[in-house]
Each structure stands twice: as structure tokens, then as C-alpha cells.
């Protein structure tokens, strides 16, 4: 009875072995990075049969993340998925191949606004994906927003019913509007202010949290949450009670984009995917999956009607008036990380 | 025969020094260089990231991780040496029914027993919702250091209970007789006998809890709210947001080395050399 | 009497505590909602979605392969470093011991890191292999760490004793050595196994190419949010491991009451 055990156990992992071993060798591969659950998977699949290629699929949470893997080679990713500032920087650095737009056709459907950034300037690298802002999402029946002011998320009312994000540049972003600096600063001074503002606002704050806010806020377990508009669309469809502003004093514009890495070994297929992506019809699944803004002109038509509704979606040019982005700060990016790690390392309950 | 099975052991030792040697080095050469500036490797040999790690900032990380752990495995003490006790002086049918039990929360996937918590200590969880049923005003229990602590005591308690029951279990019952027949009352027959000996099992229990939980970071991170840095957070910080794997490497290096001194001295206490890992 | 009485109802407040979490995850399992303070009704919807969820069976299927590859890896080369390592003598055996152990020992993010250190300066790529090797790294130490103390309580003249009435080194390697560590192999396979699919932050600094494992998806689902998903794959995952537990205790029980058998037979 043991040997026969012994002898299945020896020839399932044989067959496991072989399975992973020869999964795709006739098959063209392409490694894409993504945001955590940042795409619709049906449409990874469906690339894969029309194509006959296969797309081995990684995540990651947050840019910074994403540069240390790339940078220090730990994959041959041909596709990544990121956010502007973190391109940027990889740009400069020589990371990123230009782009052949033959290639891509579907470019045309993307707005005109979200080109010619300053990251991307003569656009030849990027093709944006998803773009959104920095606002608070707070629930009607608890927070009095009348001042429309970051201010709320100071407010000792809301006692252990604030949720900031572990996010660095997210939250100095928050708390250097507040201050009426540029959230790209490298100002020592407006720094400290930065920083003595959310120290003094820790004691009130229930947790920092990225990618948890909404759920905690459907469950209406917390008052109000800095999130990004994307985070907030789906959080308002599924409870009435949610809702989103962008405040007065400026916030932070972004757009997350696509490009190839210069470790890519096959940039045409990634090409070709981009351009998959770029399409009508992915795009518009891609918004159903994710529920984040849409940069592109031809799917915003036919958006249905409760997203367009939907103040995180369809944000208005009073939102966006005001609004920065993220620039790369470069190796001043420790200014801000040492203060960081000192407000969440600062004793708490 | 015995010169040509000592041969065996080549192959394993070449493993080792690929695999456990080569990699520790490399972060020991990491920590004692400097980041690289403009992609060009410029291998500057310097202390400096031993040196930035006794600023006050780091130095409190530390302590407050050594102070939370060390406050998991003390509780993790307490109730574990009753419950090993009890079990070991349950009588044998009943003892396996009990060890299993103990045994097999060992075996379900951590993330899930540290998720499990989430749901029962949110501000609409199970605990709250019962205190509002039955008229009591809420309580923050989610995204506190309590919580941090429970979520480790709570993943490491088997890990404690069972060493010491192995160390228990072992005992030679032929001793608490004697003691008692020379007129011991229980009290001491438990200060003199039965503590003493339990010793290796109680060092291997504090081994196993101590380490998991000075190091850990998702368990502050889930639970805690990421309210409090302790070093696992602070190492994954510098690792993969900050990538300044020079620093993090002196931190690694000084984390092992508090591990490495701790565990010496506990062995000093443990008579049976192999008390290590016991999940049986 | 007062002190069994105490007792019990310690022992079943601690399993209170240890099983409570547990047994919420699985009754809310089969809620109806998402809430997760609510109970609204009985449904099974969250086990449908969670047999068509593709993560989750990618995470599975990568989770449990490199669990059972790596785990006969280990033992492999665990049982014959054993073997080798228990014939050395002098202070290298100490130094090579000790070396094996600091996986044991170090931990995990300090491995985990030391190895994602060492695959990205050797320039190989993160991915399934890397991961393999990374679980076989931490699971080989403690295959030998319960091989060792059977093969020191082995009788060194038994081996003698074999090969006087003729037996060749290698035939007393498998006739004698082996059954007689038998057990230690059994536990250092299962310990190896068990470390391997439960294993969270070794793999997630050396994962990559597509490849995860269940830990690191539970990691990023309980991030976002409770899903009342995750509560139907830990009924699952719990169901299995009870009736994994149960067969194993049955069997040793069984094995147990052989031998007493065979003692009583005076064998």
C-alpha cells in the first residue's frame, strides 16, 4: 500500500513537472506587468487564442515596486503597465524602448488631453491606459464636506474614522495641497510642514491603507478615505450612501500608461497587444472590469449611463482645475521616504 | 564504508554553499557598500549603513518590535505551558484527540488565520455587531497594536504548546513518585522536577515564537493598520519601495545577528542539541 | 475533582480561541451577502465563484506542484546529505551543520531576500524555477534536521553485522539504513511539504513570470477587502487538511496498535 502511494505521488509530480516544463514551446510568450487586478483576465485570454501566443501575466502594487523588479532585471518583461511619474523616471534612465505607432492604429481613439505630458512629452514611449485623481470618499450621512476642503481629513470629529493611504506621495500629496505647496516639492521646510501635518493627524487616522479603502467603506466600518477616483466608482455603485470629492485646494491628475521595457524580447507582440487594449470593444470591457476613467475617446460614448453619473468617473473640469501630477523627484525621493517611514514608525495606539 | 558514505555528503555541501553561503555574503557585501549612483556599480567599502541604523528612528523600530514580540511570547508562555501541561497528563486515548487539535490550525494557511481576524474585529465584524446586540457600545479592536498582538499570538500559540509537551511527555513519571514518596508537596514537586525539566521544551517554544514575530510584517500590516513599523516592514520598505538594498542588507545583517546571539544564549538552557524544529 | 473540572474548561476555551476565527470563516462562507457582520441567507454562490476564479486555480496548481516537486527534492537530497554528513567527523561537521541550519534559523524575509539577491546577481530570472529551488533551499534543512537524530540512534553494528554475512555497502544502504530512517524521512518529507504550501514571504520575493501561490493571492485579496471568496477557499482548505489529519491519525494509531501487537507477541 506504501509503494503504491510512493509510486503516484513519484508519477503526479513527474507530470507536473513535464506540464510546466512544456506548456508553451512552440508558442510565442510575451511577460506582461500589470497592477494588481487592474485588467479584465478574459481579455488576456482572448489575446492568447486569436493570437496562438501566450501572455505570462505579473502583478504588482505599487510603482515603486515595479521599478526595483525591471531595474534589477528580475524579469524580461516586454509590457508594463505604470504610472506616469515612474515612467518618467525610467525614461530618463534609458529604460524604456520608443514605441513603433505603426503599430499601433488603435492610438488614435486615445483623447488629446492625456497627450503631449510632461512625462512623455513628444509622446513616443507611452500609451495610456487609465488616467483619474486624488480625492476623498466619504459617506453622505457621517462627514459634512460644505468646506470642500482636504481639511476634513483633519477634522478630530471623525476620530478613528479617517483611512490615509500607505502610500507616501499619496498622502504628503494630500497634506502639501493642504499646505498650498506643489505635490512635487523638494522643499525641506514644506516638507517638515508636510510631515508635522499628518504626524498631528495620526492619533485620528484608523489605518493607512492601500487598495483596502473601499471595502471598508461599503461596509461603512470608517467615514471617509483618501482614494484614488477610480477606487471610488466602485465603492459609490454599491453603496448609495458613498460619495466622492476632489477638493478645493488642487489635487493630483494621473495617468497610468503602457510601454515596453528595454529587457522586452519581443516588442512587436507587445505592440500588438497594446493595441488590442486600445481597441473600442477591450476598452470598454476593461471599464466594466475596473470601473477606473477612461482615456479613450470612442469607448466614452457608450459607457453606460450610471458610470457617466458617476462623479469618480465622469469627473468634471471643476475637479480637474487645480491638479498636478506627479513628477519623478528623482534621488530626492529619500526626502520624502525618511519622513515617511518616520510618521508610521511615530507610536501609536 | 564509512569513507566512501561521507562522499555522499559532497553534492550537499556544494548546494549549500550555492544556495545558503553565496546569498548571505552577497547581502553582507551589500551592506557594507554604498547605493550606486547613475547605474555605474561603484563598490565604495563603508559602515555608513550600520552607522544610519543607530539614529533613534530605527533604534525605536527595533525595540518596538523586540517589545511586541517578546509581549506575544510571554503570553503565548502562559497559556500555552497549562494547556501542554494538561495534555500531557491527559490519559493516552484522549492525548492524540487533544494534540491534533492543536495541531491543525498549525496547518491551515497563515494569511487565511490572520485574515480571519479581520473579519471578526472590524467596526461592523462579528464582536462588535455582537456587543451592539446585546446593548454595549463599540469597541476599536481592528488597526490597534492589540490587534497585532493577537493575530500573533494567535498564529504562533501551537508552536509553543507543542515543545513543551514533547519536553513533558518525555518525562520520567518515576521522578514526581519519588519526590512525592520523600514527602514533596505539588507545588514544589512542579518548582523542582517538572519546571526544570520542561526547560528545553519551553526554550524551543520561545525560539518559535519569538522569531516569527520579531520579523513579521504582514501580521502589523493587517491587522495593525500599518500603524506601527516594525523591522519586517521596515526591511520590505527599503527592499521594495525604497530600493536601497544597502541599508536594507545592515539591517538584515543586524537582525540575524540579535537572532543568532538570542539563540545562543537559549541553547546554553537546552541540553538536548536537537530541539529545533518540532511540528510533531 | 476541582483541577479536572479547570481543566476541561481551560482546554475548551482555548480551542475556543483557536478554532473561533476558523469556524466564522466557514459559516460566513455560505452567506448570501458580503457583509460580513450580517447573516442574510444560505448560498453557495462564493464556492461557484470561487471554482471559476482563475487566479485562485492558477495559485493552487503552482502552490501545490512546487510543493510536491520540491518536497521530494528535499527529502532526496536531504536522506543522502544525512547519511553523508552523519560520517563526517571533526569540526567541519559542526560547521557544515550549522551553515544547514541557518534557514531554520534566519527568518524568512532575511532568506527571502538573500535569495532574490542571489538570483538577480547570478541574472536569472525570477519565475517558477526560482521559486523551486527557493522551497527546496528552506525545506532540505529540515529534512535532515529529522533525519539525523534517527540515523545517530542507529546501530552502527547493525551495518557492520550485514556486511560480515555479506551484504555489499550498497545493499546494506537499502536494507538497513533506510527502514531504519524510515520514519524520519516520512516526517522530513511531510515537515518540508507542509513549510512549502504554506510558505508566504520566501516566495513572494522570488516569484515572478506569471508564477504565484496561494499565499500571496490570499495576501492581495485580503488587502482589498474581505471577500467572502477567500472564506469559501478556508472552508475547502480546512475540510482537506481534517480529513488529511483524521487518515493520518488513523493510519499511525493503526501502525501503533500493530506494534503493540507484535510486543505482545513478543517479537
Known amino acids: 500500500m506504501k509503494r503504491k502511494l510512493c509510486i503516484l505521488v513519484a508519477i503526479l509530480a513527474m507530470i507536473l513537472v513535464t506540464a510546466t516544463g512544456c506548456s508553451s514551446e512552440e508558442k510565442e510568450v510575451i511577460n506582461v506587468l500589470n497592477y494588481d487586478i487592474y485588467i479584465d483576465k478574459t481579455l488576456i485570454t482572448d489575446f492568447e487564442k486569436e493570437n496562438n501566443v501566450t501572455i505570462k501575466y505579473d502583478t504588482y502594487s505599487t510603482p515603486e515596486e515595479m521599478y526595483i523588479k525591471a531595474k534589477a532585471g528580475a524579469s524580461n518583461y516586454d509590457l508594463i503597465i505604470s504610472s506616469e511619474y515612474m515612467i518618467e523616471r525610467m525614461i530618463n534612465e534609458g529604460m524604456v524602448n520608443k514605441l513603433n505607432f505603426a503599430n499601433i492604429p488603435n492610438y488614435q481613439y486615445i483623447g488629446e488631453q492625456f497627450k503631449n505630458q510632461p512625462y512623455d512629452p513628444d509622446n513616443k514611449y507611452a500609451v495610456p491606459y487609465f488616467w483619474g485623481t486624488l480625492g476623498i470618499l466619504y459617506n453622505k450621512n457621517a462627514v459634512d464636506v460644505s468646506s470642500k476642503s482636504w481639511n476634513i481629513l483633519w477634522d478630530k470629529k471623525y476620530d478613528q474614522r479617517i483611512i490615509m493611504m500607505d502610500s507616501q506621495r499619496d498622502s504628503f500629496g494630500a497634506a502639501l495641497k493642504l499646505l498650498g505647496y506643489s505635490l512635487n516639492t523638494v522643499n525641506e521646510k514644506e516638507l517638515d510642514e508636510a510631515k508635522a501635518l499628518l504626524l498631528k493627524q495620526k492619533p485620528l487616522v484608523m489605518a493607512y491603507i492601500t487598495d483596502g479603502a473601499p471595502d471598508i467603506m461599503i461596509n461603512e466600518e470608517a467615514d471617509m478615505a483618501l482614494v484614488w477616483s477610480g477606487e471610488a466608482v466602485s465603492a459609490m455603485a454599491e453603496n448609495e450612501n458613498l460619495d466622492f470629492i476632489v477638493p478645493k485646494e488642487g489635487s493630483n491628475i494621473w495617468i497610468d500608461a503602457m510601454f515596453v521595457p528595454e529587457t522586452s524580447k519581443n516588442q512587436q507582440l507587445a505592440e500588438k497587444f497594446i493595441n488590442f487594449l486600445c481597441s473600442k470593444e477591450s476598452t470598454l470591457r476593461n471599464i466594466d472590469e475596473v470601473w477606473y476613467s477612461t482615456v479613450n475617446t470612442e469607448a466614452i460614448k457608450e459607457v453606460p449611463e450610471e458610470l457617466i453619473n458617476n462623479k469618480a468617473f465622469n469627473l468634471s473640469n471643476e475637479d480637474i482645475k487645480n491638479m498636478e501630477m506627479f513628477r519623478d523627484p528623482k534621488e530626492f525621493i529619500d526626502l520624502y521616504s525618511k519622513r515617511w517611514t518616520e510618521i508610521i514608525a511615530e507610536k501609536s495606539k | ?280 | ?267
Request: proline share 4%; with cysteine; net charge positive.
Open chain 2, 1 to 280: 564504508m564509512k569513507d566512501r558514505t561521507k562522499y555522499f555528503s559532497y553534492p550537499y555541501i556544494v548546494w549549500i554553499i550555492i544556495f545558503i553561503l553565496l546569498p548571505s555574503f552577497l547581502v553582507l557585501l551589500y551592506s557594507i557598500t554604498t547605493k550606486e549612483s547613475n547605474g555605474i556599480t561603484t563598490i565604495n567599502f563603508t559602515l555608513n549603513n550600520y552607522k544610519m541604523f543607530f539614529e533613534q528612528l530605527y533604534i525605536n523600530i527595533l525595540f518596538d518590535s523586540i517589545w511586541l514580540a517578546a509581549l506575544s511570547t510571554v503570553i503565548c508562555l502562559v497559556l500555552g505551558y497549562p494547556a501542554a501541561y494538561i495534555i500531557a497528563n491527559t490519559n493516552i486515548s484522549k492525548r492524540n484527540t487533544l494534540l491534533f487539535l492543536c495541531i491543525l490550525p498549525m496547518w491551515m494557511n497563515m494569511l487565511l488565520r490572520t485574515y480571519a481576524w479581520m473579519t471578526i474585529l472590524g467596526n461592523n465584524g462579528l464582536i462588535n455587531n455582537f456587543l451592539v446586540f446585546i446593548g454595549l457600545p463599540k469597541v476599536t479592536l481592528l488597526y490597534t497594536k492589540g490587534a497585532t498582538v493577537m493575530g500573533m499570538v494567535y498564529n504562533f500559540l501551537p508552536f509553543m504548546i507543542l515543545p513543551i509537551y514533547t519536553a513533558l511527555s518525555k518525562m520520567d513519571t518515576g521522578l514526581i513518585e519519588a519526590a512525592n514518596d520523600l514527602g514533596a508537596d505539588n507545588k514544589t514537586v512542579f518548582r523542582k522536577i517538572i519546571l526544570p525539566l520542561s526547560m528545553p521544551g519551553v526554550i524551543s517554544g520561545i525560539i518559535m515564537v519569538f522569531m516569527p514575530a520579531v520579523s513579521t510584517f504582514i501580521i502589523p500590516q493587517l491587522l495593525g493598520g500599518n500603524k506601527n513599523m516594525m523591522i519586517g516592514n521596515l526591511i520590505e520598505k527599503l527592499f521594495i519601495l525604497n530600493g536601497d538594498w544597502n541599508f536594507g542588507s545592515a539591517i538584515s545583517i543586524i537582525m540575524m545577528i540579535i537572532i543568532l546571539i538570542s539563540m545562543s544564549i537559549m541553547n546554553k538552557f537546552d541540553v538536548d542539541k536537537e530541539g529545533g524544529a518540532r511540528l510533531w
Open chain 3, 1 to 267: 475533582m476541582v483541577k479536572r473540572h479547570l481543566s476541561k474548561v481551560y482546554m475548551a476555551i482555548l480551542f475556543i480561541f483557536l478554532y473561533a476565527p476558523i469556524i466564522v470563516l466557514a459559516v460566513y462562507s455560505f452567506n448570501e451577502s458580503k457583509s460580513r457582520g450580517n447573516w442574510t441567507g444560505f448560498s453557495l454562490k462564493w464556492y461557484i465563484e470561487l471554482f471559476q476564479d482563475r487566479d485562485i486555480k492558477m495559485a493552487l496548481y503552482y502552490t501545490v506542484s512546487i510543493a510536491l516537486i520540491s518536497a521530494i527534492i528535499s527529502t532526496l537530497l536531504g536522506t543522502i546529505a544525512s547519511i553523508g554528513i552523519n560520517n563526517i567527523k571533526g569540526n567541519i561537521k559542526s560547521v557544515i551543520l550549522n551553515i544547514n541550519y541557518l534557514p531554520v534559523v534566519n527568518p524568512d524575509i532575511v532568506t527571502g531576500i538573500s535569495l532574490m539577491i542571489l538570483y538577480i546577481s547570478l541574472n536569472i530570472n525570477l519565475g517558477f524555477n526560482t521559486m523551486l529551488i527557493s522551497h527546496i533551499v528552506f525545506g532540505t534543512p529540515y529534512v535532515i534536521l529529522s533525519i539525523l537524530p534517527k540515523l545517530k540512534q542507529l546501530d552502527v553494528n547493525m551495518t557492520e553485522a550485514a556486511m560480515d554475512l555479506g551484504a555489499t555497502p550498497m545493499y546494506a544502504l537499502r536494507k538497513v539504513i533506510i527502514p531504519e530512517i524510515k520514519p524520519g524521512i516520512i516526517t522530513g518529507f511531510l515537515t518540508a511539504f507542509t513549510l512549502s504550501i504554506d510558505d508566504f514571504i520566501i516566495s513572494y520575493f522570488t516569484k515572478g513570470e506569471g508564477v504565484t501561490n496561494l499565499s500571496i493571492v490570499i495576501y492581495s485579496m485580503a488587502r482589498r477587502g474581505v471577500r467572502p471568496t477567500i472564506n469559501a477557499l478556508s472552508t475547502i482548505m480546512l475540510s482537506a487538511v481534517l480529513l488529511l489529519m483524521i487518515i493520518i491519525n488513523k493510519r499511525s494509531t493503526a501502525a501503533e496498535k500493530s506494534k503493540k501487537n507484535e510486543k505482545r507477541r513478543g517479537l
